[in-house]
């Protein structure tokens, strides 16, 4: 299967030489090829250029005119959630009616509930329920998706969730990358057992994950309330001893010391990062570990948002994800996540159209084969409709501006 | 043509006895029907009611199976600027990196950079780019839409606009109230002559609009920066001598004294509301002025929030409309206006329902046609994708969850 793209208006990161991320100034320089033609040739992109430099002769299975319209790589989105069961809206409207985390908790509320509902709901059922959301986001222009476990809280209920997710990497073509959660939060059954949860994560979750194989990254909620900086560095441990790189909530809910122990054990991102200062600024600095933000929970959440004009400006990278989840981001489009990035964060367009494709990409671990028009990389394209200009996505915040997308080198 | 509905899982705002609008504590009631049937006879609602007590022999030329859906009114978005050439994403920018409205206006931004651009439009062009935004409206729910002029800014522009807003309302099915805004902003070439701009929209604009019948109402930007109380009432003054009923911008930019104002002359609706005290929510009490919120021009100029809570709780009504304009709120999806409902002014579900549907109808004045599923009133109808709730709308904040819409008792 081939597909040429002819006559896009604007071809939206392209090149060959895209770095694996960008950061600082550099987050505003975006490689654009106006009036130009893209070749895929089976899952890969063979070619790309301007239309007066189209080698003469060039053909594919599939032509497609994209007059008028922007091509760029589909997003990735490096941070979700996605496979849960049920929704917790009817929760949502206590927090509406000013019901605060512990009362909601108490209700039943909150991660806890997830987990109650995950454990009951057989796989089949989650796959499908989680499939639909996938489907969606597909629609939405994801092109590869970062998925956590951290509902089931149980050794047999993480491992189903990391089994759906790894059955959603087998059936659709979307790219997924797992990451182990057992560490969101401490289970009903637990309360008042602290070290006895954590010990099950150590020495039965992580042999066990690693053994069948079913996640990349460890993760754990390093936060106010959550788990401390010495849990964490427990966990990590022992899921880096079986081959897990970290990757951490961080810094959601206070100045918890999650940034700095992210970076400590190079950690592919820390995420959320609501409370981050000079401190956790310089920690950052020349490390390897991607900053990214969640602005679509610090919306639903009505938090403060971090700093990012001073992170950038500092000389940081930085990486956008939409945080899907049913407590406190439930939805997954990623160009809403944009527009949250210009009008919430005062990134400028070609800001956050960094932090969504090459830099999410290196917050997953997939930058070298996603994230920019690159020879040789995976043919996951987003047409849009008929725009102005590319800066028109993250303007246009409520429309919805995605035509088509390709998937390895498949439309969609 | 009719249409018969069968088997939705709940019917929202339906019954012959909701009013012509909710106020205070109501605001939370929405009637519903579980299990439900409509019908529809021509452009009518004809009849609905549970499945179990469905006449025998009901019957339709259509029939819908709406298992799993919910049916609601179509959308009533009571205040739009719709009409308008172009975009002004570049102009974003510039707001992004922290220019003030006074640099921006001096590149030549703001509302005088939309009449500019107006000008030089034809008529036939106008109108193409303005149907593009009512068939997107369309597709995500919204049934009748109020229009604005006051790009024109000159007696000839103005009167293009409403000449297109005229050709929408009489080319698609879309209910269209058309508003005559004048006095959006002295144009530049009145800068130093503000008495000689009020007295063109006296003497000249208004008496031109009417004698075309080219506007239902008649609207005024009084605010800090814009149109005095003493300005706003000569305007006010004049139109309503012509038949045109007030529905004023109000109190966005500080306590301008534009909420007594729209009272004081009976006005439909006052908008925005940003800076609203006690003075104004008295003022407000008894009145038949309907308090209408914009909260996607808030979320976009990053402003703070009116006081909604208190509002409602000193019995106030209130609506919410998109403001769909190119400068501070370019996007018109009604769904994510209640999402900010909810999430931003902690507004419940049912509450941003009414708040979109019939007090939005009211602020429109078409409330005894639209608004609701009420036999004789207009069939506009949104029918849902399979969802848990009505609540999983505003709370699944970033997707399309509309499935089909009907309008004029035709499937759009």
């Known amino acids: 299967m081939s597909i040429l793209i002819k006559n896009i208006r604007g071809i939206i990161q392209a090149g060959d030489d895209v770095p694996q991320f960008r950061a600082g100034a550099e987050m505003s320089v975006l490689s654009v090829i106006e009036n130009g033609w893209i070749l895929t040739e089976d899952e890969k992109i063979a070619g790309y250029g301007r239309m007066v430099q189209m080698p003469s002769g060039v053909t594919a299975d599939e032509v497609i005119d994209a007059s008028g319209r922007f091509v760029l790589p589909s997003f990735c989105d490096s941070h979700t959630h996605i496979v849960y069961a049920g929704s917790r809206e009817l929760e949502y409207m206590d927090k509406i009616r000013g019901l605060s985390y512990e009362e909601i908790a108490r209700r039943g509320g909150g991660i806890l509930n997830s987990a109650e509902l995950l454990r009951e709901t057989s796989e089949d059922e989650l796959y499908r329920q989680s499939m639909e959301r996938i489907n969606e986001i597909i629609g939405f222009g994801t092109g590869a998706v970062e998925i956590k476990s951290g509902y089931g809280l149980d050794t047999e209920s993480e491992l189903k969730m990391l089994r759906v997710i790894r059955r959603i990497s087998e059936s659709s073509p979307i790219e997924v990358k797992p990451t182990f959660l057992g560490a969101h939060a401490i289970p009903a059954e637990y309360r008042n057992n602290r070290e006895g949860y954590i010990d099950l994560i150590i020495n039965e979750m992580i042999p066990r994950v690693a053994s069948e194989d079913l996640a990349d990254y460890i993760d754990v909620f390093c936060d106010k309330g959550f788990f401390t900086v010495d849990e964490t560095e427990q966990i990590l441990m022992a899921g880096i001893k079986y ?11 206070g100045f918890s010391g999650g940034i700095q122990t992210g970076v400590k054990y190079n950690a592919l991102s820390v995420d959320h990062l609501e409370f981050t ?3 956790e600024i310089e920690a950052l600095l020349g490390s390897d570990t991607m900053p990214t933000l969640l602005p679509g929970a610090a919306f639903f959440l009505g938090m403060t948002d971090p700093p990012v004009r001073k992170m950038i400006n500092a000389g940081l ?3 956008l994800a939409s945080d899907y989840n049913p407590g406190s981001s439930p939805q997954g489009n990623m160009k809403l996540i944009m527009s949250f990035g210009c009008i919430k964060l005062r990134m400028l367009p070609a800001e956050v159209i960094n932090a969504v494709t090459i830099n999410s990409a290196y917050a997953m671990g997939i930058s070298d084969t996603h994230g920019s028009i690159t020879r040789g ?6 047409i849009t409709k008929e725009i102005p200009s590319y800066e028109f996505l993250p303007y246009a915040y409520g429309s919805n501006l995605v035509e088509r ?5 498949e439309v969609s």
Do not use: F, Q, S, T
């Open 243 to 253: 081959g897990l790189r970290p990757k951490l909530h961080a810094n959601e809910l």
């Open 277 to 279: 200062g000079d401190d």
């Open 317 to 319: 990278p930085v990486a």
């Open 405 to 409: 997308v390709v998937l390895k080198g």
């Open 377 to 382: 990389k995976v043919a996951n394209l987003i």
